[in-house]
């Protein structure tokens, strides 16, 4: 069957320090893969999307960057966090264009 | 470009109320339409979906919307809301061709009181 993966759950860090999350996808090849995030009181802004391995696109200028290194991985990464990054970021795989399949989502808490 | 826009961040009724949640789109393509709900501290749930043919759309837990080409709309109602249904509720665009992006709504918290 197709599911999506997506961790941590919840993650608390410093300004200033890394981020790595991850999302991976089973039972399919080749995903069309998505970043979100919801920031407090906001909703939901597309981040980056991956038609395929080392193909990237960003809708948004940021703090953040994201890669896919194996078919079904995507990445989410930043070299130091700001406090603004804070927020719930999600994953999603598009299977066509009506159908959306999402992780259980990141809460990221900058401190 | 596609773009959704959700009239009225915060929605407060009653229970057994109606519920009425507004959602206009923008798109150069003829437009595929989510709601999704989102419950507290949980992901992404899809309430219901509109792609072709019949424009009343039913989804699950009672709501329904209906696709008007002619307003850009796709509002969400529920006849007779329930103290469960309190939640952040997001609408969504999609269209075909390029890269199945789908746009969403800034969302609207919706809040049942007693």
């Known amino acids: 069957s197709q599911t999506i993966h997506q961790w941590p759950a919840t993650l608390v860090q410093p300004v200033g320090s890394p981020l790595s999350l991850e999302c991976t996808v089973e039972?399919?090849?080749?995903?069309?893969l998505y970043w979100y995030r919801q920031a407090a009181g906001r909703g939901l802004q597309l981040l980056f999307y991956?038609?395929?391995?080392?193909?990237i696109s960003s809708e948004v200028p940021q703090n953040l960057s994201a890669s896919r290194p194996q078919d079904r991985q995507f990445i989410l990464s930043s070299k130091k966090l700001l406090l603004s990054d804070s927020g719930f970021y999600l994953c999603?795989?598009?299977?066509?264009?009506?159908?959306?399949?999402f992780g259980q989502g990141t809460r990221l808490t900058v401190v | 470009a596609q773009s959704v826009t959700q009239l009225g961040s915060h929605v407060s009724v009653s229970e057994g109320a109606l519920v009425l949640l507004r959602c206009n789109y923008s798109?150069?393509?003829?437009?595929?339409l989510f709601w999704y709900v989102q419950y507290p501290n949980q992901g992404l749930q899809l309430l219901l979906k509109?792609?072709?043919?019949?424009?009343l759309v039913k989804g699950i837990n009672g709501f329904e919307a209906e696709f008007k080409k002619s307003e850009t709309s796709f509002h969400l109602t529920k006849p007779s809301a329930h103290m469960s249904d309190a939640a952040e509720y997001f609408c969504?665009?999609?269209?075909?061709?390029?890269?199945?992006?789908?746009?969403f709504g800034a969302g609207t918290r919706l809040a049942v009181h007693p």
């Open positions: 509109y792609t072709t043919g019949a424009t």
């Open positions: 991956s038609v395929g391995i080392g193909q």
């Open positions: 999603a795989w598009m299977p066509s264009a009506t159908e959306a399949f």
């Open positions: 969504a665009v999609s269209g075909p061709g390029g890269y199945n992006k789908l746009i």
């Open positions: 798109s150069s393509v003829p437009p595929y």
């Open positions: 039972g399919t090849s080749n995903p069309n």
